[in-house]
């Protein structure tokens, strides 16, 4: 600025003073400053995510080769297909039987954890830890090997009791159990951890009042625990319900989609269709499908959430 503080480099004083608190005061607006930070992250999820799904919507109009619009065609047939059919029964059973023995085997091992001493609760911590680590695919080979009729590790156990050799992978209902029981190995140490962190943050002092009152354990665990955890365990189920519907590996490893295609999931059916069929807008069409019955589950789940926390306000 000049000693008269008239102009800088032929720049009235006041007006660059003006743009100068402009922009302070656009630099502390604490919204504005949020959205530029969190742009990176919208444009990865636009681009890997959102473009994408609009991308299998379009898909799912085509017919096969692709070359004109047939509306709801595809779907319309997927409805009247009796595989299709056993497939949304088989990938409810799977996603929702995995996830219900998750969440209580998850509970159990957190509630044990909790009352473990800090320093010996690293180990355990660490070692629980173990299967949520190890890729997925991976673990399943190992997972086949032990349900391998053959070879079965699990089957010579039991030949040691004089129980009969059980065909974990030839049998439709044993082979179901095999895919959920892989499942739930693999992601109770998630249910595990975030339970774990709920309960650490549930106030010691609301179990001394309860105990003074002379609440048992169990009178403790479901009149202060559960009703503490309530969010987290619903967001936590709400969160492996999506990922156990999209769930590939286990079932592509373990069974390939059978016997007789009855333990496809949506996600190894519309594989099949879609690459090993050729046929990309029906296989697209089948990965739509797990929007609706997401939708429904999620539904109900934030609207527990947001009535809860309705109650609390």
């Not at 090997?145 to 039991?158: A, E, H, K, R, T």
């Not at 106030?203 to 559960?226: F, H, K, M, N, S």
């Not at 590996?249 to 190894?268: C, E, H, K, Y």
Request: charged share 10%.
């Amino acid at each position: 600025m000049a000693a008269d503080g008239t102009l800088v480099a032929g720049v009235p004083a006041s007006a660059s003073t003006g743009r100068a608190n402009g922009l302070q005061r656009f630099a502390r607006r604490r919204s504005t400053i949020a959205f530029l930070m969190t742009l990176p992250l919208i444009a990865l999820i636009g681009g890997l995510v959102v473009y994408p799904a609009g991308y299998a919507m379009w898909l799912s109009t085509l017919n096969r080769r692709m070359t004109a619009n047939i509306g709801l065609g595809n779907f319309e047939l997927l409805l009247e297909n009796d595989t299709f059919r056993a497939v949304i029964w088989q990938s409810c059973i799977f996603a929702v039987g995995a996830v219900v023995l998750k969440a209580l085997i998850g509970f159990w091992l957190a509630h044990m954890l909790h009352h473990i001493p800090a320093k010996g609760q690293r180990k355990w911590r660490g070692m629980l830890l173990v299967p949520w680590v190890i890729p997925p695919a991976l673990s399943t080979l190992g997972w086949w090997w032990m349900f391998d009729p053959s070879y079965s590790s699990i089957n010579w156990l039991l030949s040691i009791f004089a129980v009969p050799a059980v065909p974990w992978l030839g049998e439709p209902w044993w082979a179901r159990l095999s895919v959920i029981m892989v499942n739930v190995w693999y992601g109770s140490p998630f249910f595990m951890i975030m339970y774990l962190a709920a309960l650490k943050s549930v106030p010691d002092q609301l179990y001394e009042a309860a105990a003074i009152d002379g609440a048992t354990g169990w009178q403790g665990l479901r009149y202060v625990t559960l009703p503490m955890m309530q969010n987290i365990i619903s967001i936590t189920v709400l969160f492996s319900l999506i990922v156990t519907f999209a769930n590939y590996d286990i079932v592509r490893v373990l069974t390939n989609g059978g016997p007789r295609d009855l333990t496809q999931v949506f996600a190894s059916y519309a594989f099949q269709v879609g690459i090993l069929s050729g046929n990309l807008p029906r296989g697209a069409a089948v990965s739509l499908f797990m929007f609706p019955v997401l939708a429904v589950f999620a539904f109900f789940i934030l609207r527990g959430i947001n009535r809860r926390n309705k109650e609390q306000m």
